[in-house]
């Protein structure tokens, strides 16, 4: 018997064996036939002087997921030039074919309410931890796309312990490129100057069709195509434990950047988070090391405050957000770097020396493109790695973040945001709705009028509690926020540290909507928003003429709209019959055509009254604009380019101006309005100085812009002979010198210490009884932005001068940081200037900053609808 038992023992010892080798022969054929990156794009990813062109990566994900059960690969759907933005799910099979169940646990864990704690550690056991990575979201920091295709392989290829408990314990979503149109863009521009003097140097214009390096700006308005897509992965349907944006930097210091931030630290995320992200960070850089990569940086350079693109926006969705900076070559060429050339010089990092943040400092010599492919994916994998390692605890995490967070909101101050709905103007509030909704914020809306604090709010008001896991984030977007000043934010000298970006991301002062914190839950009738809110304008039956309200931006959309179509429009200059200063009376046209831009843009077509009269003496005619920007080079205006796409928003007609065009004169004939973005004087005339000088040689002759001596007075022309000329932020003052205005900047020759003030909202007045300020309240906020600011010099024609908006005596600021408000205070924000038969219009202020300053818009479009000025007569 006992031979017996031995016998059958052996016999399935065999026969395991069997099972064993035939697993092991599928998994090596398996991987046999999974094509390797070097011989589908026919050379070794991030090897000298190549490029892998997005089609080309696109192509090659669609194969891997022939060749391998381990990836999905999802096209979210067109780029905003057309191109596939792609998420790839890397994970084991079994994974990958639960993943709607997955989703669902993911989703409970980052959102446990009512959910009971015992429930919460079964969901633990049974999920996944989550890992969201994006690359090249720069498209000129080129090493993370080209990382993308040979980390996706060996993670579905390699078959060690350590890949397969990343495949088994975590579901890893990557956006292999966050900016495909720019890839693409820098990819050909970079093989067209391959064997040229030119050879590497930067694209010349803007590597996204209109926000360029802006589109780190862009996780909480969501107004890109592409932020939409990285907000449904990671705000709604698979919010991620941990994130990491692989980034480049300049190539003259540390090697490579790896994650914790150094100090400040934005206020309202939970503490987990930051101990996370030094967590995370640490393996990183230990993983490096441990593959003797030198030169690495962790916890200095870039502060824990920044701006809300998608690293610094993430850790207030309760997600461990990080980013890495390799030092950049010159795209896929080469760079040679003497030792004496590397440099500290920055945040808790002074200089170029070992220090414990920095302990292996690299010697200089040759640095590729190769280097940073390496050094992203040993870091990718370690974020993985160590997430897979603890996957419990990660999740675990993740539950405590969300519950706290709820915890947090619940018993402090204030308790809730209320966002009335009778504002000024209700459908700019209704797109910050539904901005917050993309970003998974839960928002309520009263069934009928609500009363909090005394204070009754109308039937459709809408209310924001922070008893959510998304407290911090709500906090930051609708509270008030005063940017540190202490020590961290101070120099050894008392000067102040500029922000990486603005000192405050106030959604609802940037749009101009009121809201207002409450300190007490609100009751009443309130139903939770499934979806967005609808803005179907109506349009009233049984008369031939409109009126729309002036004081909606949406307004104007609909006015070209009408333009478009062929149908008249007045503009009201008086107030009459229950008509205020900008409304606008639309004169009959197609019903079709009205109900269709009614339904398009939100705005309401009220009926006028037969009785009033379309008079000269309260109204004037309007026309359709004819309206031309200027468009740089040297890499492109991202003011600009938000600029065309705030037009294009709103469906004003324009044209983009280069040199050539404005040097060659004669404008009047073509156009009503010119927009000059800001920009320095330098850049604009193409006198570049400083640091910059020495990049002239380096730029193809076609691509040094500058409208010169010649376009000057091209424009002062266009000007005298009825042309206006809307100067923005820094164009100002390429204005006051160059048109020899009455005016001064009243902010130069001050110096950081007496006066600072670096992207904060503050108090101004408006006088919106004038042209350029119809429809606008009569106080609100503007975004300043290391912006001029003017004073007006007495002349024998002060008269052809008009302040629009002014800075309000004291107590400007609303929220972010002010330094020497004595020497803001009074002075003018928007001066209107008469020259010859037209006009200049000077904005300091940052009036449509990236398409956020929704609040200030009606600023510029005012300066661009042609038809009657007013001005004061002496």
Known sequence: MRYKTKFFYTIQVIALMFIVLGSMTQIAAAQKNVTTPENFFGFRLGSDKKIARWDKIVDYFKLLEKESEKLKVINMGPSTMGNPFLLVFISSPENLANMERLSEVNARISDPRGITESDIKKLIEEGKAVICQSMSLHATEIGGTQMAPELTYELITRDDKETQRILNNVVFCMIPCFNPDGQIMVTDWYNKTIGTEYEGI???????????????????????????????????????????????????????????????????????????????????????????????????????????????????????????????????????????????????????????????????????????????????????????????????????????????????????YVIPNNQHDPLTAKKMINTLLLSGIEIKQSRTALNVNGITY????????????????????????????????????????????????????????????????????????????????????????????????????????????????????????????????????SKAVIKDIAEQTGVDFLALESNVNVGKEWTHKIKKPRIGMYQRYWGGNMDEGWTRFVLEQFSFPYTSLKDTEIKKGDLIKTYDVIILPSDSTGMIMGQITGRYRRYLSSVPPEYQSGIGQKGVKALKTFVEEGGTLVTLGGAC??????????????????????????????????????????????????????????????????????????????????????????????????????????????????????????????????????????????
């Open 458 to 589: 109308p039937e459709g008001s809408f209310v924001i509690s922070l008893e959510q896991p998304k407290m911090g984030l709500i906090r930051n977007l609708l509270g008030r926020t005063i940017y540190p000043d202490n020590a961290w934010t101070r120099a050894d000298d008392g000067s102040p540290v500029r922000p990486y970006d603005l000192a405050t991301h106030t959604m609802n002062e940037f749009m101009g909507i009121r809201v207002d914190p409450i300190d007490e839950a609100a009751g009443g009738d309130l139903e939770k928003l499934a979806g967005p809110v609808p803005v179907v304008g109506k349009v009233e039956e049984g008369c031939s003429r409109f009126v729309l309200d002036g004081r909606l931006n949406a307004s104007f959309k609909a006015v070209n709209l009408l333009f478009k179509n062929g149908i008249t429009v007045h503009r009201v200059d008086k107030p009459v019959q229950g008509l205020s200063p900008g409304d606008f009376i639309v004169s009959k046209g």
């Open 202 to 416: 930067g694209l010349p214009w803007l590597y996204h069709k209109y926000v360029g390096h802006d589109n780190n700006r862009d996780g909480d308005f969501l107004n890109m195509i592409e932020s939409v897509y990285a907000a449904k992965i990671m705000y709604k349907d698979w919010v991620p434990q941990a994130y990491i944006d692989h980034h480049q930097m300049g190539s003259y210091g540390a090697r490579f950047y790896v994650p914790p931030y150094c100090e400040p630290i934005r206020p309202y995320a939970d503490p987990l988070i930051w101990r996370e992200i030094s967590w995370y960070g640490a393996h990183i850089a230990y993983k490096l090391e441990e593959n003797e990569k030198a030169g690495i940086l962790n916890n200095a350079q870039f502060s824990g405050w920044g701006h809300f693109g998608w690293h610094w926006v993430t850790p207030f969705h309760n997600i461990a957000g990080m980013l890495t900076e390799s030092a950049s070559t010159k795209l896929a060429t080469p760079i040679y770097i003497h030792p004496e050339q590397l440099r500290g010089g920055a945040r808790q990092f002074p200089d170029y020396e070992a220090q414990t943040t920095f302990p292996n400092p690299w010697p200089g010599g040759w640095w590729r493109l190769r280097d940073i492919v390496e050094q992203k994916k040993i870091s990718a994998w370690a974020l993985l790695d160590l997430a897979a390692r603890n996957k419990e605890t990660v999740l675990w995490n993740a539950y405590l973040k969300a519950k706290r967070q709820t915890e947090r909101g619940a018993q402090g101050k204030p308790k809730a």
């Open 733 to 874: 003052d390429f204005g006051i010198e160059k048109f020899g205005l009455s005016v001064y900047n009243a902010m130069d020759n001050l110096s950081s210490k007496e006066f600072f003030c670096p992207g904060s909202t503050i108090k101004v007045k408006f006088d919106n009884q004038h042209p350029l300020a119809y429809g606008m309240p009569s106080e609100g906020l503007v975004l300043y932005w290391s912006s001029p600011a003017f004073a007006i010099t007495p002349s024998q024609h002060n008269e052809r001068y008009e302040t629009v908006v002014r800075y309000q005596n004291r107590d400007l600021l609303q929220s972010g940081w002010l330094i020497g408000e004595e020497h803001l205070a009074n002075l003018a924000a928007m001066v209107n200037a008469k020259y010859g038969k037209g006009e200049v219009v000077l904005i300091g202020f940052r009036t449509q900053h990236r398409s956020q300053t929704h609040g200030t818009y009606k600023l510029l479009f005012n300066a661009l609808l042609q038809g009657k000025t007013v001005y004061r007569n002496p």
